[in-house]
Structure formats: structure tokens, C-alpha cells
């Protein structure tokens, strides 16, 4: 038995095959790398079975439709000053099925239209550039919150710029920084715990990712100027908490 073979067996008994399977990809990326560059002779795990995946499956927990729904209004009737940050935060990612990171690394400039749509885009991995049609509920949000940001900064909306969300003055704690990922997720769970989701203290920003609001058997809306389809979202999205039905644009607008 090859080192790489002891090696993949130890991945095996002591990870689950999803981290064990990537565990693997990265080693032998590593060696292609070393190929290409001449420092090495060969890849040891390029023929090695790698653990077989569910591709369909997510350990995340999500949300149930009506969770969703609950949600939603939950986080608009936010009882503290950052409401309308709250709202346009958590409508955007549930609606659009984004990353988190995708949404703490956005900048007010990346709103934007396409014809008579608005969009939203973000930047995703490898540098890569998606352009998002936003709900209009979602776009009108997103503009409330601006405004109410732009106001109290003593700007017009036009030009208010930096990062989408930011933290609000908290104590000693001036506010105006970039919002990051442990913030939104303390976010999420306070709103599922006014909710009264059982879950809720597990709540992570995955768990807010719709799945794409164009089923695989529904073509995506194609831009009235390029003809180009628009991005899809960027990851699968996590299992329900209860019933196996998904959120979709109709059901979050009717609420």
C-alpha cells in the first residue's frame, strides 16, 4: 500500500466522505500544481477513488416554506433601529440564494439595472462577476435601507458608496464597518428566535439560501440587451427543517 493509499484510508475512518472527498482534491490539485512546474514526478492521487458524495444532499439545516415566510415578516417588523437593514439583509439572501461572504463583500455600487430590472452584482469565486435580477420587493428594501443610511449621513442616496451593510453605532463602537459573516449570523438566529423556529440557535446564513428561483425546468429570464441568461445562484441550497418544499419568489412576494 502507497503512502497516498494509508493516507486516504485514515481520511476515510475519520471524516465524513464530504471532507475526506475534498480532503483529496485539494492534495491532488497540489500535485498538478507540482507537475506543471516540474517539481514533481507524478500525481499519487490522481487515480484513487475518492469517497462518493450526495451532490443533492446538505447537511445544513434550512428553512420550510412557511419558515421562510415567517422570516421574512419577522425580520420586517423588527422592533430595533436597524429594521430596515435587518429587512433588506436577510430578503436578499434568502431571495437570491447567495453566499454570505458574497453578501459582506458587496459595495453600494453594485446595484444596478438592466433595462427595467434591478440588479445586484457580486463577486464570486476566482474573481468571477454575476449579475442577480432582484425581486422588486427586495430592490425596494435595499432602497429604503439606502436612503435611510444616506439621510442620516447627510448625503443624497446618489452618493452614498462603501460597503452594502455595515455595523450601526453599538456603545463605544462607532459603527460604518463592513457587516462580516458572524455578525449576520447572530442576525439570523435573533430574528428565528422572535420567530420561534425550533432550530434557531443552529441557524446559519446557508440556511437562508433559496434554492434558484428558476426551477431547472424553467428557463432564467435572458437580459432584453446581451440575450445572455442571468447567473444562477452560486450554491446548493440546505435541506428544510420540516416539510421538503422550497421557497420561491411567488410564495416570498405574496407574504
Known amino acids: 500500500m502507497t ?10 475512518e475519520r471524516y465524513a466522505p464530504s471532507t475526506a472527498a475534498r480532503k483529496m ?37 434550512g428553512l420550510s416554506r412557511s419558515e421562510a415566510a415567517a422570516f421574512l415578516i419577522a425580520a420586517g417588523a423588527d ?3 436597524v429594521r430596515l437593514r435587518t429587512a433588506a439583509l436577510l430578503g436578499l439572501l434568502l431571495t437570491e440564494g447567495l453566499r454570505v461572504a458574497e453578501v459582506c463583500a458587496a459595495d453600494v455600487t453594485d446595484l444596478g439595472y438592466r433595462g427595467k430590472h434591478r440588479t445586484f452584482t457580486v463577486r464570486g469565486k476566482n474573481g468571477k462577476r454575476r449579475e442577480y435580477p432582484l425581486l422588486p420587493l427586495t430592490a425596494a428594501t435595499l432602497e429604503d435601507y439606502l436612503r435611510d443610511r444616506a ?23 462607532p459603527g460604518g464597518k463592513r457587516m462580516d459573516r458572524w455578525a449576520i449570523t447572530k442576525l439570523i438566529r435573533r430574528i428565528a428566535r422572535d420567530t420561534r423556529i425550533p432550530t434557531a440557535t443552529k441557524l446559519t446564513p446557508p440556511a437562508c439560501a433559496a434554492p434558484s428561483p428558476h426551477s431547472p425546468s424553467t428557463p432564467a429570464p435572458r437580459c432584453a440587451t446581451s440575450r445572455k441568461r442571468w447567473a444562477m445562484p452560486t450554491h446548493t441550497p440546505p435541506r428544510p427543517t420540516t416539510a421538503p418544499t422550497t421557497v420561491t419568489r411567488k410564495a416570498l412576494t405574496a407574504t
Request: glycine share 4%; hydrophobic share 35%; charged share 20%.
Open 151 to 173: 439621510s442620516r449621513a447627510g448625503l443624497d442616496r446618489d452618493r452614498l458608496t462603501g460597503p452594502l451593510f455595515v455595523t450601526e453605532p453599538s456603545g463605544p463602537h
Open 79 to 81: 422592533a430595533r433601529p
Open 25 to 61: 482534491a485539494a492534495l491532488s490539485s497540489w500535485y498538478n500544481y507540482l507537475l506543471t512546474h516540474d517539481v514533481a514526478t507524478r500525481n499519487p492521487f490522481a487515480r484513487l477513488a475518492r469517497p462518493a458524495v450526495d451532490r443533492n444532499h446538505s447537511a445544513t439545516i
Open 3 to 12: 503512502d497516498a493509499e494509508q493516507y486516504v484510508t485514515v481520511l476515510s
